[in-house]
């Protein structure tokens, strides 16, 4: 049973106005928590996506703890809009559960099962969480491994910018090493390519509206921090020159 008294009031009103049971009104209202989470991170166009597999809103909005000198991926205000608590009670309240003997699948199923926090949200504390306990490396994947990632919007249709990734000739013209080989693809939503060595590169199409698209980006399988910083530098650079490429 959730402990969140704010998000336990929601479901007495809602049970209220609808007559529900509680589970059903406590379903209804993750979901609903879901969708929007998803909506806000599509509406704010990030220009980078975290590189822990849980997004955050851009670079310049990430915030320092003043206790710990950690960077949380957004600001306090926002998490505790979002959430109804502040990072620095998420960790109380997660150090209280004993997060730190717990694993990341653990940690963010507790937030979403029994803290009533949406699912985006839910991987943010967590990864959030991980930094600042000493659980987890930047860039380290939740999974295992490192990944670098990068996000651009572009102002063309989604199709051409699909277009820019999936076309050899086109994508000769940013990405000129010819370090790419297409495995699979899904015009206009998805494509994923090999890397060098072992590693893969995932990118995801989202349309913005007619004449507006952008392009998230995972390099996966880096075999450490330093490799991924680097890619992440060399993926910023490379899709600033894919942008300059499609509005030129």
Partial sequence: MTTHKSFKRRIRVRIEKTGESYTAARRQLISRAQRQARETVTAAAPESISDDGAPAISPDSSTRSPSRGGEYPMSDEAVRNATGRGWEEWFALLDGWGATSRTHREIARWLVRDQGVAGWWAQSVTVAYERARGMRRRYERPEGGFGATASKTVEVPVERLFEAFADEGLRARWLPDGSLRIRTATPPKSVRFDGQGATRV????????????QASLAHERLPDAD??????????????ALKEMLEG
């Fill in 227 to 240: 490799a991924a910083e680097r890619m992440k530098a060399y993926w910023r650079e490379r899709m600033a």
């Fill in 202 to 213: 995932s990118v995801g199409f989202y349309a913005k509206g007619d004449h507006k698209s």
